[in-house]
Structures are given as structure tokens and as C-alpha cells.
């Protein structure tokens, strides 16, 4: 059975920083991508960032390059992403899931398995 448990959302000040986690059981690193994707209220899903099985190939969107970064540690079968300069506009449902390719901008119609979601919530 596959799961993808999410952690690490929270409440947090404009400027400040979070990294989620994406712990994954089931299925290897080794053979499978992970996007992160993110919804806002009223919006559609997102893909925000992924990392593929090959570990020097990630993408990160334009709308957030530079201030997000994915990461994975194999030893733990988890997938990272590291928030820093957060601002309102990054509120949202942040969602993990999985897929056998990580070619650019991700799409949820390409991820199979995904997490519950944590909430992250930027705000004064």
C-alpha cells in the first residue's frame, strides 16, 4: 500500500520560513518522482516544485524559484521542501504525490498516489 504523509505546515509571519516533509512508504525513491502542488481556497491545484528518481534532476516554478527548494533523503524515503520568504500569496493546502517522471512543471493528472495535505497559513 502507498502512502504519503505530509508534515510541517503551520502558521507563519511574511518573510519567515517552513519545510514541509513528505514521508513515502510503499514505493522507493530510487524509482519514483515526488511533486509538490499547492491549492488555495477557490483555486485550482498547482504543482509547485518536483524531484525525480534521479536526484540531480528537480524544477521549482517560476512563481517560487528561488525562495522554495526540494530536497530528498533516500535513507528516510522522504521528499522536502524548504519555504523560505513565504508570503500571503503562498497560502494554501500543500499537497505531495507521486509519479514515475519528474520532466518540468508538474501536473496532477501525472501523480498516482498523493498525501492528505498540511495547511500552510502566511500571515501578520
Known amino acids: 500500500q502507498v502512502q504519503l504523509v505530509e508534515s510541517g505546515g503551520g502558521l507563519v509571519q511574511p518573510g519567515g520560513s517552513l519545510r514541509l516533509s513528505c514521508a513515502v512508504s510503499?514505493?522507493?525513491?530510487?524509482?519514483?518522482?515526488i511533486g509538490w502542488f499547492r491549492q488555495a481556497p477557490g483555486k485550482d491545484r498547482l504543482g509547485v516544485s518536483c524531484?525525480?528518481?534521479?536526484?540531480?534532476?528537480?524544477y521549482v516554478t517560476n512563481s517560487v524559484k528561488g525562495r522554495f527548494t526540494i530536497s530528498r533523503d533516500s535513507t528516510r524515503n522522504t521528499v522536502y521542501l524548504q519555504m523560505d520568504s513565504l508570503q500571503p500569496e503562498d497560502t494554501a493546502v500543500y499537497y505531495c504525490?507521486?509519479?514515475?517522471?519528474?520532466?518540468?512543471?508538474?501536473?496532477?493528472?501525472?501523480?498516482?498516489?498523493w498525501g492528505q495535505g498540511t495547511q500552510v497559513t502566511v500571515s501578520s
Open positions: 504525490a507521486a509519479s514515475s517522471v519528474c520532466l518540468g512543471q508538474p501536473w496532477a493528472h501525472e501523480y498516482s498516489w
Open positions: 510503499g514505493i522507493s525513491l530510487d524509482y519514483y518522482a
Open positions: 524531484i525525480s528518481s534521479n536526484p540531480s534532476s528537480t
